[in-house]
């Protein structure tokens, strides 16, 4: 995290993205208990529904205009001149509460979330503009945990704000709030007139593209929203994520709309501090959950926490229908904050990564018009449901169906994921991985990855370190071994024979051809003495002009551990050290047709990179000496010819004595 904050105009960004949510969260909160206040049942889940319906509905009217500013201008200037529009609808919304103008005011959530639908692909763009695409996911976890933060904030300070003001006092209906607590709109005035100045200092990433125009016929006909879909739904990756985002946050809008009425109606809570300060809980979850997620791909993406997150989101709808305490709905809300924070952040990031850069503001603008649409569709179903009578027990009943559908739907399209997670969290109790390049792996099309074979477990660790699914090749001897054959049936394994086969050649290209990213060791065996080896002629045979392109990579660090060919003496030595540093370190791509003289050669200078990114991670040499010394204790730690031994403790005390 902190390699991120040392990212010139990080912090800066990370300043506005809490502003921003603060500010759009603020009006929201402060109608949403103006409603609470003065509407029961049936009418309340209707008049919140419609509240954040309002909010919705920007982001779908919006997408073509708003995609068309992000990918022509530049991301920072489009999030000035939004900033500058929410500071002139504040100023309106104040001036709405001081007058008692409830309805008014309750459109002014429709004028905030155009500026904000017009906000979001610039500001989302720009993360991966300010930071790259290695830190992409760790910028994703930091700026939802940001925003997270601001919510929750938001939630308890206005929710406290209402409430403070209130008191002692009598009203009726909402005209009769808003004068009451028309103090809380400078607030708001104040925190958005700082975020436009903060925006003004934001650094311009990109120029103007000029080629970009506007087609107001195809605007308002359709078109332009069906091409921006079309492009969508054409990358699978991007399309699935977008759909898991918006499932997910549908269900998070149902359970803001109906869990006041659920708390007021059968847990019998009337304050709005402590039921918007019970939903708050699941920002402080969100902001865990995403740093988690941030951690753990710090330098890829894992997506084995997205059937995580499902699973666990499923586990908390279920569980909220049952807790009616306070406390209990808390810690419920707390975790579904976590296990969707460790959903969300590798979506986005996968989003982000996949969407090419003339494309961002479009996938992204795409990504808020599904999102919205299914948000929008949830709460129009609330909405009925509520007026047929329905109450929040059954409205909650219905979302835990979805939610179990989704969960399910997510484990079945990535179990490998799930599996390399599992996989990953025992390794990391003895490696630490650190990833190279990684975006140098193209984000579609068909990739052969060809590198080093130093163990048993490098699939594993290469499988870790790529964003994209991988397909590998394994001698055929190995594969057929009873005991592991499900396993690799499992992984979509492609087993080989001796000196190669047609049907496996062919598989590897057809898997190619078919956009996939297939991975195998040319040197066709594990290392020996852990150097590079004579690379076979299989791969070229493989290739051979198949619709794709060879990424070379390197694997540092497996030399001497367990699984390796080593001798015991160095396994031993290893065995004693607490963690073990990986590395990772992918090349540029070269041509499909590259033969094996050329790839090993980009293997070769690969291994230099790693070992030179290594060494800039240790520490100085005096200390080490210092630290094996005192390690080495008793034990013998140097001998001269004549036969002289000496202790590390003896030879660190000589040390300090002579300098």
Same mark, same amino acid.
């Given at each position: 995290?902190?390699?991120?904050?040392?990212?010139?105009?990080?912090?800066?960004?990370?300043?506005?993205?809490?502003?921003?949510?603060?500010?759009?969260?603020?009006?929201?909160?402060?109608?949403?208990?103006?409603?609470?206040?003065?509407?029961?049942?049936?009418?309340?889940?209707?008049?919140?529904?419609?509240?954040?319906?309002?909010?919705?509905?920007?982001?779908?009217?919006?997408?073509?205009?708003?995609?068309?500013?992000?990918?022509?201008?530049?991301?920072?200037?489009?999030?000035?001149?939004?900033?500058?529009?929410?500071?002139?609808?504040?100023?309106?919304?104040?001036?709405?509460?001081?007058?008692?103008?409830?309805?008014?005011?309750?459109?002014?959530?429709?004028?905030?979330?155009?500026?904000?639908? /017009?906000?979001?692909?610039?500001?989302?763009?720009?993360?991966?503009?300010?930071?790259?695409?290695?830190?992409?996911?760790?910028?994703?976890?930091?700026?939802?945990?940001?925003?997270?933060?601001?919510?929750?904030?938001?939630?308890?300070?206005?929710?406290?704000?209402?409430?403070?003001?209130?008191?002692?006092?009598?009203?009726?209906?909402?005209?009769?709030?808003?004068?009451?607590?028309?103090?809380?709109?400078?607030?708001?005035?104040?925190?958005?007139?700082?975020?436009?100045?903060?925006?003004?200092?934001?650094?311009?990433?990109?120029?103007?593209?000029?080629?970009?125009?506007?087609?107001?016929?195809?605007?308002?006909?359709?078109?332009?929203?069906?091409?921006?879909?079309?492009?969508?739904?054409?990358?699978?990756?991007?399309?699935?994520?977008?759909?898991?985002?918006?499932?997910?946050?549908?269900?998070?809008?149902?359970?803001?709309?109906?869990?006041?009425?659920?708390?007021?109606?059968?847990?019998? /809570?009337?304050?709005?501090?402590?039921?918007?300060?019970?939903?708050?809980?699941?920002?402080?979850?969100?902001?865990?959950?995403?740093?988690?997620?941030?951690?753990?791909?710090?330098?890829?993406?894992?997506?084995?926490?997205?059937?995580?997150?499902?699973?666990?989101?499923?586990?908390?709808?279920?569980?909220?229908?049952?807790?009616?305490?306070?406390?209990?709905?808390? /810690?419920?809300?707390?975790?579904?904050?976590?296990?969707?924070?460790?959903?969300?952040?590798?979506?986005?990031?996968?989003?982000?990564?996949?969407?090419?850069?003339?494309?961002?503001?479009?996938?992204?603008?795409?990504?808020?018009?599904?999102?919205?649409?299914?948000?929008?569709?949830?709460?129009?179903?609330?909405?009925?449901?509520?007026?047929?009578?329905?109450?929040?027990?059954?409205?909650?009943?219905?979302?835990?169906?979805?939610?179990?559908?989704?969960?399910?739907?997510?484990?079945?399209?990535?179990?490998?994921?799930?599996?390399?997670?599992?996989?990953?969290?025992?390794?990391?109790?003895?490696?630490?991985?650190?990833?190279?390049?990684?975006?140098?792996?193209?984000?579609?099309?068909?990739?052969?990855?060809?590198?080093?074979?130093?163990?048993?477990?490098?699939?594993?660790?290469?499988?870790?370190?790529?964003?994209?699914?991988?397909?590998?090749?394994?001698?055929?001897?190995?594969?057929?071994?009873?005991?592991?054959?499900? /396993?690799?049936?499992?992984?979509?394994?492609?087993?080989?024979?001796?000196?190669?086969?047609?049907?496996?050649?062919?598989?590897?290209?057809?898997?190619?051809?078919?956009?996939?990213?297939?991975?195998?060791?040319?040197?066709?065996?594990?290392?020996?003495?852990?150097?590079?080896?004579?690379?076979?002629?299989?791969?070229?045979?493989?290739?051979?002009?198949?619709?794709?392109?060879?990424?070379?990579?390197?694997?540092?660090?497996?030399?001497?551990?367990?699984?390796?060919?080593?001798?015991?003496?160095?396994?031993?030595?290893?065995?004693?050290?607490?963690?073990?540093?990986?590395?990772?370190?992918?090349?540029?791509?070269?041509?499909?047709?590259?033969?094996?003289?050329?790839?090993?050669?980009?293997?070769?200078?690969?291994?230099?990179?790693?070992?030179?990114?290594?060494?800039?991670?240790?520490?100085?040499?005096?200390?080490?000496?210092?630290?094996?010394?005192?390690?080495?204790?008793?034990?013998?730690?140097?001998?001269?010819?004549?036969?002289?031994?000496?202790?590390?403790?003896?030879?660190?005390?000589?040390?300090?004595?002579?300098?």
């Amino acid at each position: 995290m902190r390699a991120l904050f040392a990212i010139k105009g990080f912090l800066l960004f990370s300043l506005i993205a809490f502003l921003n949510a603060f500010v759009d969260l603020g009006h929201k909160i402060l109608i949403q208990n103006t409603i609470f206040k003065t509407y029961d049942g049936d009418v309340q889940i209707m008049l919140s529904a419609l509240v954040n319906a309002l909010i919705l509905l920007p982001f779908i009217l919006m997408m073509t205009p708003s995609s068309f500013l992000s990918d022509k201008y530049p991301k920072n200037k489009v999030m000035q001149y939004s900033a500058l529009s929410a500071v002139v609808a504040t100023i309106l919304i104040t001036i709405f509460y001081y007058l008692g103008w409830f309805w008014a005011a309750f459109l002014m959530t429709l004028a905030l979330s155009i500026q904000s639908a /017009i906000y979001s692909p610039a500001k989302y763009g720009y993360i991966k503009e300010l930071v790259g695409v290695k830190q992409l996911a760790s910028g994703n976890g930091v700026i939802q945990a940001v925003t997270t933060t601001a919510i929750l904030l938001g939630t308890l300070a206005f929710s406290f704000g209402f409430e403070s003001l209130l008191s002692n006092h009598y009203y009726h209906q909402p005209e009769d709030i808003l004068p009451l607590i028309a103090s809380l709109g400078w607030i708001l005035v104040l925190l958005s007139t700082i975020e436009w100045f903060a925006t003004l200092k934001l650094e311009q990433k990109s120029s103007i593209r000029k080629e970009h125009q506007f087609d107001t016929k195809a605007y308002l006909s359709g078109r332009s929203a069906i091409t921006i879909m079309k492009e969508l739904s054409s990358n699978q990756v991007i399309f699935r994520s977008v759909i898991g985002l918006a499932v997910f946050w549908s269900l998070c809008q149902v359970m803001l709309a109906t869990f006041p009425a659920f708390a007021k109606d059968i847990a019998g /809570i009337d304050n709005t501090v402590i039921i918007q300060g019970t939903m708050a809980f699941a920002g402080i979850g969100i902001v865990i959950g995403a740093f988690m997620a941030g951690k753990v791909s710090s330098n890829y993406i894992e997506t084995g926490l997205i059937p995580v997150g499902a699973m666990g989101v499923a586990l908390t709808v279920a569980f909220v229908s049952f807790a009616i305490t306070p406390f209990l709905q808390a /810690i419920n809300f707390f975790l579904l904050g976590v296990f969707g924070g460790l959903y969300l952040v590798p979506l986005n990031a996968l989003i982000q990564y996949h969407a090419k850069a003339g494309q961002m503001g479009r996938i992204l603008a795409g990504n808020n018009f599904v999102q919205n649409i299914a948000m929008l569709s949830f709460l129009i179903l609330t909405m009925l449901a509520a007026y047929a009578g329905m109450n929040s027990l059954g409205i909650f009943a219905i979302l835990l169906a979805v939610a179990l559908i989704g969960a399910v739907y997510t484990i079945t399209q990535l179990p490998q994921s799930l599996a390399r997670l599992v996989v990953s969290l025992v390794f990391s109790l003895r490696y630490r991985l650190t990833v190279l390049n990684m975006e140098r792996i193209p984000a579609s099309g068909g990739v052969l990855m060809l590198g080093n074979h130093i163990s048993w477990i490098d699939w594993a660790i290469v499988q870790m370190a790529s964003p994209r699914p991988l397909r590998f090749v394994m001698a055929k001897s190995i594969y057929e071994r009873w005991y592991l054959r499900f /396993i690799f049936e499992f992984f979509n394994i492609i087993p080989v024979g001796t000196g190669g086969s047609k049907q496996a050649l062919d598989a590897v290209r057809e898997s190619l051809n078919n956009g996939e990213v297939v991975c195998l060791f040319p040197e066709g065996a594990i290392s020996r003495n852990g150097h590079l080896g004579e690379f076979q002629r299989g791969f070229e045979v493989a290739a051979a002009d198949a619709n794709a392109v060879i990424v070379p990579f390197y694997l540092r660090g497996l030399w001497g551990s367990r699984f390796s060919r080593s001798s015991d003496r160095l396994k031993t030595l290893r065995s004693k050290q607490s963690f073990s540093d990986l590395i990772v370190a992918f090349g540029e791509p070269l041509a499909i047709n590259s033969d094996r003289v050329a790839v090993k050669q980009a293997v070769l200078q690969l291994s230099v990179d790693a070992w030179t990114s290594y060494t800039e991670t240790l520490e100085p040499l005096p200390e080490a000496i210092i630290k094996g010394l005192k390690r080495q204790g008793s034990e013998m730690a140097a001998a001269d010819i004549i036969g002289s031994a000496m202790s590390g403790h003896r030879m660190l005390s000589a040390s300090i004595f002579f300098f």
